[in-house]
């Protein structure tokens, strides 16, 4: 299971949060609004009831923030659910993923009994899809899973390969962090061959709740509601969803802080010693250094949290990737990692050819 491990873990052994700096887990700094924690308060009581397993509220939210008929939705406990729900109602024989990318895919895949193939990307050419060769291998049988944002490397596909490769085969695209970026969306794409999930969890801070959405067919769609638990998607977070599609605000400042301090940090890790860093385009950036496993437990010490990339396809120990937070939390983790470093952390050997 240790392959499948996520960012995030800041429980201990009994279950009991601690008060970890959390760089492991992609979430908004931004926290929750102030329009989720006022819905949640004034919602609380209504827990004794069960959720409307129409989730008519939030998918008329859902409809109107990006333009979806709610005939194409499902709702989502979390987006990792879809990967499980299509992948156990389509079968298909094989399905094909580019890494490194988020575990979950080949888990789910797995879990449904579908032969998996893995497409390694190379370091060297920053993670680029060869669209072309990849499409090459493909076959109408195959379902291809790709990550726009791609998790952990931050490679954004372009809507027309997404198009050129759904010629050939079924694509599953994952667009768990594109609110974070002013792009457009392949979700006007959904169609028979296209399905896209999109996570609200770490847009609005609310990972906990668990939410989210895929675009589908209509035919499709129907068939999927019809396999999926009626009450998949709890009262309050059905609550907190319409909330928070309404706040457009929460949105624009989200971008706006993304922005500038994606650039900052970048910046900033560039000029540390040793440290290799990978172009994001999220609220993300993987990196790497010949010691990272070193500089991992050197910051749990001073109670900061890094992503071990170890266990992603595709990578090894010396990846690392960090969530991009407020400007303050940055700079104790630049400021930390310059501590760290200035020991000679790094200092005895390179990092191998990529």
């Not at 873990?9 to 929750?32: C, R, T």
């Not at 397993?53 to 939705?73: F, M, T």
């Not at 890790?269 to 010691?291: D, I, Q, S, Y």
């Not at 890094?306 to 690392?320: H, I, K, P, Q, V």
Request: proline fraction near 4%; charge should be positive; charged fraction near 25%.
């Amino acid at each position: 299971m240790k392959r499948y491990d996520h960012g995030g873990q800041v429980y201990d052994a009994a279950g009991k949060a601690e008060a970890w700096l959390d760089f492991s887990a992609n979430i908004n700094p931004l926290g929750l609004s102030e329009r989720i924690l006022q819905t949640l308060t004034e919602n609380l009581r209504g827990i004794v009831n069960y959720p409307d397993p129409n989730a008519a509220e939030l998918k008329r939210a859902i409809s109107r923030r990006y333009g979806v008929p709610e005939r194409n939705l499902i709702l989502l406990n979390g987006a990792a659910e879809f990967f499980y729900l299509y992948l156990n109602a389509t079968r298909p024989n094989r399905v094909v993923i580019p890494v490194p990318s988020f575990s979950e895919y080949e888990r789910a895949a797995r879990a449904a009994g579908c032969d998996v193939k893995l497409v390694v990307t190379n370091a060297a050419d920053n993670f680029a899809l060869d669209v072309e060769s990849l499409r090459a291998d493909l076959t109408p049988s195959d379902c291809l899973i790709i990550g726009r944002p791609n998790n952990p490397t931050g490679n954004l596909i372009a809507p027309e390969d997404i198009l050129r490769l759904a010629e050939v085969s079924s694509v599953l695209v994952d667009e768990s962090f594109i609110d974070f970026l002013s792009v457009e969306s392949v979700r006007a794409f959904a169609s028979e061959r296209i399905a896209v999930v999109q996570s609200l969890t770490k847009i609005f801070a609310i990972p906990g709740l668990r939410l989210g959405f895929a675009t589908v067919a209509e035919t499709l769609a129907r068939r999927l509601n019809l396999s999926k638990d009626v009450w998949n998607v709890n009262f309050l977070a059905q609550k907190a969803g319409a909330a928070a599609l309404a706040d457009e605000d929460f949105l624009r400042r989200t971008r706006a802080w993304l922005e500038v301090e994606r650039s900052f940090f970048v910046e900033r890790l560039k000029n540390l010693r040793g440290v290799e860093v990978f172009p994001p385009t999220a609220n993300f950036v993987l990196l790497r250094h010949a010691r990272a496993t070193e500089l991992l437990n050197g910051l749990r010490r001073e109670g900061i949290l890094l992503r071990s990339c170890a266990n992603f396809a595709g990578l090894d120990e010396t990846y690392l990737r960090s969530a991009i937070r407020s400007r303050a939390e940055n700079l104790r983790l630049l400021d930390t990692l310059e501590k760290l470093l200035s020991r000679n952390i790094g200092a005895a050997r390179r990092l191998p050819k990529s």
